[in-house]
């Protein structure tokens, strides 16, 4: 795949003739779980083959090479689910005694990961308000190997300097680690802003439709070999090539997707901003810091489907608002053709202390939106009638 064609071109044609059977317009779904050996050398299997679906398959391939592509990386490799890749990383590039800096608002469960997993694995974390760099270069040390966080971050949509967060990373010898997932590669591409590796659930938007759990990471050769190696091999959490295909069929339409997602958000957060029920709205697009941070405007170039907001009258309203919903779905996940609605405080973020969700702004009254890609006049009446109930 030529690397100067444009990104719709990409998201239809990358990786996709890379099976062995080229005439079949769209990728095959190498349903094996194991492959014919050629031939046996007497230094063992030649390299390059397939021989496991464990360790590699077709479809598989095929999907990667297209994030690959996308992402402006060297390689790729997918997993079960969001959470297998960023497992996957955190096994392979730290060892027991190192050190990781990360963001405190995070996916939920990467966030029980990083709190309550690392360390018993024998990782330090510091959790550190990665918007501000200097923080990070603060939280420094000499056994600091990552640098994780999410732009923008679920729930609360803080953006991060993925430029600034990157260099102080690597000035320091660490890997900065940027999970892509709300932004996609079609607004958004850290490894050209120094990033080292970009993790993305693919369960959300790389997918689309709601029907496939994944996860991709996107890297160098080197990680990606050793991600592969280690962690994938010995541990498992291996995509399905059913998912692969699924993932792969809904990459093709992901830029009219994003389109059509951003421009519905934009629509709905502006008719939120005016409602009187409605104490604040998170939307990139709005977020004030882009005025000051030009850098921060630029990494993106555009805004995505995810906005959350905060309603009066805390908790019940928010239940209240969510229960009398009829056309928006209450769901967790995102990225969906349907517009999802949820409570991050008792749905997606449950699991973080309610005294730490407070402090990063996830509140009681906190709801997030996964805009989804119906007429925005529909959504808007849905929102309109379920506020009227509080
Ligand atoms: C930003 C982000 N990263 C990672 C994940 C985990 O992905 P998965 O559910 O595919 O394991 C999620 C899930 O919601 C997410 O929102």
Redesign the pocket.
């Known amino acids: 795949m030529h690397y100067e064609y444009g990104i719709n071109t990409k998201l239809v044609h990358a990786g996709e003739h890379s099976s062995p059977d080229m005439s079949a317009l769209a990728p095959p779904i190498y349903q094996t779980s194991s492959f014919a050996i050629d031939e046996l050398l007497p230094s063992g299997i030649k390299r390059g083959t397939y021989i496991y679906s464990r360790l590699s398959n077709p479809t598989l391939t095929a999907l990667e090479l297209k994030m690959a592509a996308l992402e402006g990386g060297n390689a790729a490799v997918s997993f079960a689910?969001?959470?297998?890749?960023?497992s996957a990383i955190m096994l392979t590039l730290l060892k027991c005694g190192d050190h990781l800096i990360a963001d405190r608002v995070?996916?939920g469960?990467?966030y029980e990961l990083l709190k309550k997993g690392a360390p018993r694995l024998g990782f330090d974390v510091s959790f550190v308000d990665t918007s501000k760099p200097g923080r990070v270069a603060e939280a420094l040390r000499d056994n600091t190997k990552l640098v994780f966080f999410?732009t923008p971050a679920?729930p609360t949509l803080k953006l991060v300097d993925i430029r600034k967060v990157a260099a102080v990373a690597s000035e320091n010898g660490a890997k900065t680690i940027v999970?892509n997932?709300?932004l996609t590669p079609y607004y958004q591409k850290p490894l050209e802003l120094g990033a080292d590796v970009v993790?993305?659930?693919?369960?959300?938007y790389l997918n689309g439709h709601g029907d496939a759990?994944?996860?991709i990471i996107v890297s160098s050769y080197e990680d990606a070999i050793s991600i592969r190696k280690g962690v994938l091999r010995d541990m498992g959490a291996v995509l399905s090539p059913f998912n692969a295909f699924l993932i792969l069929r809904g990459l093709r339409t992901l830029g009219v997707r994003m389109e059509r997602h951003t421009q519905n958000a934009t629509e709905l957060a502006t008719f939120l901003k005016a409602q009187k029920l409605i104490k604040r709205v998170f939307y990139p697009k709005f977020d004030r810091n882009l005025e000051r941070k030009p850098d921060l405007k630029a990494q993106m170039s555009g805004y995505g489907g995810m906005l959350a907001f905060e309603i009066r009258g805390g908790v019940d309203a928010a239940i209240t608002f969510l229960n009398n919903l009829k056309l928006c779905t209450v769901a967790?996940?995102?990225g969906d053709t349907a517009t999802l609605i949820e409570h991050p405080g008792l749905m997606?973020h449950s699991v973080v202390p309610k005294e730490d969700r407070e402090i990063l702004g996830i509140t009681d009254s906190l709801i997030r939106v996964s805009v989804g890609l119906e007429d925005v006049v529909d959504i808007k009446a849905d929102i309109q009638q379920a506020l009227d109930t509080v």
Do not use: P, Q, R
Not at 199 to 204: C, E, L
């Open positions: 689910t969001g959470m297998g890749a960023i995070l996916y469960s990467t999410e679920n999970d997932t709300f993790v993305h659930s693919a369960t959300k759990l994944g996860g967790v996940s995102l997606t």
